[in-house]
Protein backbone atom coordinates (compact mmCIF):
# COMPACT_ATOMS: atom_id res chain seq x y z
CA UNK A 1 0.00 0.00 0.00
CA UNK A 2 2.82 2.43 0.63
CA UNK A 3 4.66 1.64 -2.46
CA UNK A 4 1.08 2.62 -4.29
CA UNK A 5 0.67 5.92 -2.18
CA UNK A 6 4.42 6.75 -2.87
CA UNK A 7 4.29 5.70 -6.96
CA UNK A 8 0.65 8.16 -7.14
CA UNK A 9 2.32 10.88 -5.13
CA UNK A 10 5.39 10.55 -7.79
CA UNK A 11 3.05 10.80 -10.60
CA UNK A 12 1.45 13.83 -9.12
CA UNK A 13 4.13 15.34 -8.48
CA UNK A 14 5.65 14.69 -11.82
CA UNK A 15 2.46 16.12 -13.77
CA UNK A 16 2.55 19.30 -11.64
CA UNK A 17 5.82 20.31 -12.11
CA UNK A 18 5.79 19.60 -15.92
CA UNK A 19 5.81 22.89 -17.69
CA UNK A 20 3.17 23.22 -20.14
CA UNK A 21 5.00 25.28 -22.83
CA UNK A 22 8.27 22.73 -22.68
CA UNK A 23 6.02 19.56 -23.30
CA UNK A 24 6.97 17.57 -25.97
CA UNK A 25 4.29 16.46 -29.00
CA UNK A 26 4.03 13.30 -27.66
CA UNK A 27 3.13 14.21 -23.75
CA UNK A 28 -0.79 15.20 -23.34
CA UNK A 29 -1.29 16.93 -19.69
CA UNK A 30 -4.33 16.16 -18.32
CA UNK A 31 -6.48 19.06 -17.11
CA UNK A 32 -8.63 19.41 -14.63
CA UNK A 33 -12.45 17.98 -15.49
CA UNK A 34 -14.29 21.20 -14.86
CA UNK A 35 -17.62 19.50 -15.77
CA UNK A 36 -17.15 17.98 -12.61
CA UNK A 37 -15.51 20.66 -10.55
CA UNK A 38 -17.12 21.65 -7.17
CA UNK A 39 -16.62 25.22 -6.73
CA UNK A 40 -17.20 27.10 -3.17
CA UNK A 41 -20.97 28.47 -3.79
CA UNK A 42 -21.58 30.28 -0.21
CA UNK A 43 -23.28 29.68 2.42
CA UNK A 44 -27.08 29.14 3.65
CA UNK A 45 -24.89 31.23 7.02
CA UNK A 46 -21.95 33.53 6.28
CA UNK A 47 -20.87 33.84 9.83
CA UNK A 48 -20.27 29.85 10.21
CA UNK A 49 -18.34 29.02 6.78
CA UNK A 50 -15.16 27.32 6.70
CA UNK A 51 -14.93 27.89 3.05
CA UNK A 52 -11.45 29.87 2.25
CA UNK A 53 -11.86 33.87 1.02
CA UNK A 54 -10.69 32.54 -2.44
CA UNK A 55 -10.89 29.18 -3.97
CA UNK A 56 -7.75 28.08 -6.14
CA UNK A 57 -7.81 25.56 -8.33
CA UNK A 58 -4.80 24.34 -10.68
CA UNK A 59 -6.04 23.63 -13.83
CA UNK A 60 -2.87 22.53 -15.69
CA UNK A 61 0.71 22.68 -14.70
CA UNK A 62 0.58 26.23 -15.68
CA UNK A 63 -2.85 27.92 -15.38
CA UNK A 64 -4.89 28.73 -12.20
CA UNK A 65 -8.32 29.40 -11.81
CA UNK A 66 -9.74 31.06 -8.57
CA UNK A 67 -13.10 31.78 -7.42
CA UNK A 68 -13.78 34.39 -5.20
CA UNK A 69 -15.89 33.48 -1.97
CA UNK A 70 -19.71 34.58 -2.55
CA UNK A 71 -19.77 35.03 0.99
CA UNK A 72 -16.86 37.82 0.47
CA UNK A 73 -18.80 39.37 -2.03
CA UNK A 74 -22.01 37.85 -3.67
CA UNK A 75 -20.66 38.12 -7.48
CA UNK A 76 -17.89 35.57 -6.94
CA UNK A 77 -16.22 35.86 -9.98
CA UNK A 78 -13.73 33.50 -11.60
CA UNK A 79 -10.29 35.28 -11.93
CA UNK A 80 -7.75 33.27 -14.19
CA UNK A 81 -3.56 33.16 -14.03
CA UNK A 82 -1.68 32.14 -16.75
CA UNK A 83 2.12 31.70 -16.42
CA UNK A 84 4.36 31.35 -19.28
CA UNK A 85 8.41 31.33 -19.65
CA UNK A 86 8.89 35.08 -18.91
CA UNK A 87 5.10 36.68 -17.65
CA UNK A 88 2.01 35.90 -15.72
CA UNK A 89 -0.78 37.06 -16.46
CA UNK A 90 -3.43 37.28 -14.38
CA UNK A 91 -7.25 38.64 -15.53
CA UNK A 92 -9.34 40.08 -13.05
CA UNK A 93 -9.09 41.09 -9.50
CA UNK A 94 -12.28 40.35 -8.23
CA UNK A 95 -15.21 41.99 -6.16
CA UNK A 96 -13.31 43.02 -3.03
CA UNK A 97 -10.69 45.69 -2.66
CA UNK A 98 -9.86 44.76 1.28
CA UNK A 99 -6.57 42.23 1.45
CA UNK A 100 -7.59 41.21 4.59
CA UNK A 101 -10.91 40.12 3.47
CA UNK A 102 -9.95 39.10 0.30
CA UNK A 103 -5.88 38.54 0.27
CA UNK A 104 -5.94 38.18 -3.73
CA UNK A 105 -2.06 39.17 -3.80
CA UNK A 106 -0.80 36.93 -1.43
CA UNK A 107 -2.34 34.13 -3.20
CA UNK A 108 -1.30 35.39 -6.98
CA UNK A 109 2.05 35.92 -5.47
CA UNK A 110 2.50 32.49 -3.13
CA UNK A 111 1.41 30.61 -6.53
CA UNK A 112 3.98 32.37 -8.51
CA UNK A 113 6.71 31.77 -5.63
CA UNK A 114 6.24 28.54 -5.59
CA UNK A 115 6.26 27.85 -9.69
CA UNK A 116 9.31 30.24 -10.07
CA UNK A 117 11.13 28.32 -7.49
CA UNK A 118 11.32 25.74 -10.35
CA UNK A 119 11.24 27.50 -13.02
CA UNK A 120 13.16 31.22 -12.84
CA UNK A 121 11.40 34.70 -11.87
CA UNK A 122 8.41 36.13 -14.26
CA UNK A 123 6.90 39.45 -14.68
CA UNK A 124 3.40 39.71 -13.62
CA UNK A 125 0.93 41.73 -15.40
CA UNK A 126 -2.68 42.16 -14.14
CA UNK A 127 -5.05 42.58 -16.73
CA UNK A 128 -9.14 42.93 -17.45
CA UNK A 129 -11.67 41.23 -19.17
CA UNK A 130 -13.94 44.71 -18.96
CA UNK A 131 -13.89 47.25 -17.13
CA UNK A 132 -16.65 46.63 -14.17
CA UNK A 133 -16.15 46.97 -10.25
CA UNK A 134 -16.27 43.59 -9.74
CA UNK A 135 -13.44 42.31 -12.22
CA UNK A 136 -10.77 45.23 -10.82
CA UNK A 137 -12.09 45.80 -7.15
CA UNK A 138 -8.36 44.54 -6.17
CA UNK A 139 -5.97 46.41 -8.54
CA UNK A 140 -4.66 48.43 -5.43
CA UNK A 141 -2.76 45.17 -3.78
CA UNK A 142 -0.89 45.04 -7.30
CA UNK A 143 0.38 48.16 -7.76
CA UNK A 144 3.41 49.21 -6.96
CA UNK A 145 4.32 45.43 -6.53
CA UNK A 146 8.00 44.61 -7.76
CA UNK A 147 7.83 43.48 -11.50
CA UNK A 148 4.19 43.86 -11.78
CA UNK A 149 1.92 45.75 -14.13
CA UNK A 150 -1.42 46.35 -13.64
CA UNK A 151 -2.92 46.86 -17.35
CA UNK A 152 -5.77 50.16 -17.27
CA UNK A 153 -9.08 49.70 -17.76
CA UNK A 154 -10.29 52.32 -20.92
CA UNK A 155 -10.28 51.43 -24.45
CA UNK A 156 -7.40 53.52 -24.94
CA UNK A 157 -5.28 51.77 -22.44
CA UNK A 158 -6.35 48.41 -23.71
CA UNK A 159 -5.49 49.26 -27.46
CA UNK A 160 -2.17 50.85 -26.10
CA UNK A 161 -1.33 48.12 -24.01
CA UNK A 162 -1.51 45.31 -26.66
CA UNK A 163 -0.88 47.17 -29.78
CA UNK A 164 -4.59 47.02 -31.15
CA UNK A 165 -4.92 49.63 -33.61
CA UNK A 166 -8.11 48.79 -35.60
CA UNK A 167 -10.52 47.89 -32.79
CA UNK A 168 -12.73 46.32 -32.25
CA UNK A 169 -11.75 44.63 -35.57
CA UNK A 170 -8.27 43.09 -34.56
CA UNK A 171 -6.86 40.22 -33.25
CA UNK A 172 -3.56 40.59 -31.38
CA UNK A 173 -1.36 38.19 -30.32
CA UNK A 174 0.23 38.57 -26.40
CA UNK A 175 3.33 36.15 -25.88
CA UNK A 176 3.83 35.00 -22.18
CA UNK A 177 7.02 33.78 -23.17
CA UNK A 178 6.94 30.22 -25.26
CA UNK A 179 2.91 30.17 -24.45
CA UNK A 180 1.08 32.82 -27.09
CA UNK A 181 -2.40 34.02 -26.27
CA UNK A 182 -4.81 35.89 -28.72
CA UNK A 183 -6.23 38.81 -27.54
CA UNK A 184 -10.21 39.24 -29.02
CA UNK A 185 -12.09 42.91 -28.06
CA UNK A 186 -15.50 41.88 -28.30
CA UNK A 187 -17.04 45.38 -26.58
CA UNK A 188 -21.14 45.43 -26.19
CA UNK A 189 -21.47 44.07 -22.65
CA UNK A 190 -18.95 46.89 -21.46
CA UNK A 191 -17.26 49.10 -23.91
CA UNK A 192 -13.79 47.93 -23.40
CA UNK A 193 -14.22 43.78 -23.43
CA UNK A 194 -11.86 41.75 -24.18
CA UNK A 195 -11.54 37.67 -25.34
CA UNK A 196 -8.29 35.81 -24.27
CA UNK A 197 -7.56 32.52 -25.83
CA UNK A 198 -5.27 30.78 -24.88
CA UNK A 199 -3.22 28.45 -27.39
CA UNK A 200 -1.52 26.17 -24.51
CA UNK A 201 -4.64 25.34 -23.28
CA UNK A 202 -7.13 26.22 -25.96
CA UNK A 203 -9.28 27.81 -23.20
CA UNK A 204 -11.47 30.76 -24.87
CA UNK A 205 -12.27 33.35 -21.83
CA UNK A 206 -14.84 35.48 -22.45
CA UNK A 207 -15.50 37.28 -19.36
CA UNK A 208 -19.01 39.02 -18.64
CA UNK A 209 -19.81 38.65 -22.16
CA UNK A 210 -20.25 34.58 -22.39
CA UNK A 211 -21.09 32.55 -19.47
CA UNK A 212 -23.41 30.48 -17.96
CA UNK A 213 -25.85 33.31 -16.45
CA UNK A 214 -27.16 36.80 -17.19
CA UNK A 215 -25.46 38.30 -20.41
CA UNK A 216 -26.38 42.07 -19.20
CA UNK A 217 -26.22 43.57 -22.67
CA UNK A 218 -25.21 47.55 -22.86
CA UNK A 219 -24.70 47.89 -26.52
CA UNK A 220 -26.90 45.59 -28.61
CA UNK A 221 -25.51 46.07 -31.83
CA UNK A 222 -21.80 46.00 -30.71
CA UNK A 223 -22.34 42.43 -28.43
CA UNK A 224 -24.46 41.04 -31.38
CA UNK A 225 -21.25 41.41 -33.61
CA UNK A 226 -18.81 40.46 -30.40
CA UNK A 227 -20.73 36.91 -30.59
CA UNK A 228 -19.96 36.79 -34.78
CA UNK A 229 -16.47 37.67 -33.79
CA UNK A 230 -16.09 35.14 -31.45
CA UNK A 231 -17.88 32.48 -33.44
CA UNK A 232 -15.70 33.35 -36.41
CA UNK A 233 -12.71 32.76 -34.10
CA UNK A 234 -14.19 29.52 -33.19
CA UNK A 235 -14.31 28.05 -37.00
CA UNK A 236 -10.87 28.43 -37.32
CA UNK A 237 -9.29 27.82 -34.30
CA UNK A 238 -9.28 24.51 -31.97
CA UNK A 239 -11.76 25.47 -28.14
CA UNK A 240 -11.18 23.02 -25.58
CA UNK A 241 -13.65 25.06 -23.48
CA UNK A 242 -15.30 28.22 -23.21
CA UNK A 243 -15.19 29.66 -19.36
CA UNK A 244 -16.86 33.20 -18.15
CA UNK A 245 -16.36 35.06 -14.91
CA UNK A 246 -19.27 34.37 -13.40
CA UNK A 247 -22.18 30.87 -12.84
CA UNK A 248 -25.79 32.53 -12.12
CA UNK A 249 -27.56 29.42 -13.43
CA UNK A 250 -28.84 26.18 -11.98
CA UNK A 251 -28.58 22.84 -12.99
CA UNK A 252 -32.19 23.24 -13.86
CA UNK A 253 -32.15 24.90 -17.34
CA UNK A 254 -33.57 27.94 -17.64
CA UNK A 255 -33.71 28.68 -14.19
CA UNK A 256 -31.12 31.31 -12.74
CA UNK A 257 -30.42 32.50 -9.26
CA UNK A 258 -32.01 35.51 -7.39
CA UNK A 259 -29.93 38.59 -8.24
CA UNK A 260 -27.43 39.34 -5.13
CA UNK A 261 -27.73 35.62 -3.72
CA UNK A 262 -25.37 34.63 -1.58
CA UNK A 263 -25.46 30.95 -1.51
CA UNK A 264 -26.28 28.45 -4.56
CA UNK A 265 -25.96 25.05 -3.94
CA UNK A 266 -26.64 23.49 -7.15
CA UNK A 267 -24.84 25.72 -9.97
CA UNK A 268 -24.46 25.32 -13.49
CA UNK A 269 -20.77 24.21 -14.28
CA UNK A 270 -18.40 26.67 -15.27
CA UNK A 271 -17.51 25.56 -19.23
CA UNK A 272 -19.58 26.32 -21.79
CA UNK A 273 -19.43 25.10 -25.54
CA UNK A 274 -18.75 26.41 -29.00
CA UNK A 275 -22.16 25.14 -29.28
CA UNK A 276 -23.72 27.14 -27.11
CA UNK A 277 -22.34 30.13 -28.17
CA UNK A 278 -23.26 29.73 -31.67
CA UNK A 279 -26.73 28.90 -29.91
CA UNK A 280 -26.59 32.86 -29.07
CA UNK A 281 -25.24 34.00 -32.14
CA UNK A 282 -28.22 32.45 -33.62
CA UNK A 283 -30.51 33.74 -30.96
CA UNK A 284 -29.50 37.07 -31.46
CA UNK A 285 -29.67 37.45 -34.95
CA UNK A 286 -33.22 36.14 -35.03
CA UNK A 287 -33.93 38.87 -32.83
CA UNK A 288 -32.89 41.50 -35.06
CA UNK A 289 -32.58 44.93 -34.00
CA UNK A 290 -34.86 45.11 -31.15
CA UNK A 291 -33.15 44.39 -27.82
CA UNK A 292 -34.88 41.75 -25.77
CA UNK A 293 -34.63 39.08 -23.02
CA UNK A 294 -34.73 35.75 -23.61
CA UNK A 295 -34.29 32.67 -21.50
CA UNK A 296 -31.85 29.74 -22.72
CA UNK A 297 -30.67 26.41 -20.76
CA UNK A 298 -27.74 28.32 -20.30
CA UNK A 299 -27.38 31.71 -20.46
CA UNK A 300 -30.12 34.64 -20.36
CA UNK A 301 -30.19 37.40 -22.71
CA UNK A 302 -30.42 40.70 -20.82
CA UNK A 303 -30.07 43.91 -22.28
CA UNK A 304 -29.96 46.83 -19.72
CA UNK A 305 -30.32 50.37 -19.97
CA UNK A 306 -33.17 50.17 -23.24
Known amino acids: MKKIIALFTLIFITSVATPLFAQQDNFIEEPVDLTIQNWIHGSENCEDTSDPPIQVVQYTSTTWILRQNKCANYEAPFMYLFIGEDKALLMDTGATKDDDIFPLYKTVHQIISDWSEKNGDVELIVAHTHKH ?3 YAADGQFKGKPNTTVVGLEVEEVKNFYTLSNWPEEIVEFDLGNRLLKIIPIPGHQASSIAVYDTATKILLTGDTFY ?9 NAFKMSIERLVKFTDTNEISTILGNHIEMTQ ?3 VD ?3 ETMYQPKEHQLPLSVL ?21 DSFIIYPVNY
Open 212 to 220: PGRLYVNDW
Open 276 to 296: TLKELSSALTALGDTPTKEVH
Open 133 to 135: GDH
Open 252 to 254: TPG
Open 257 to 259: YPM
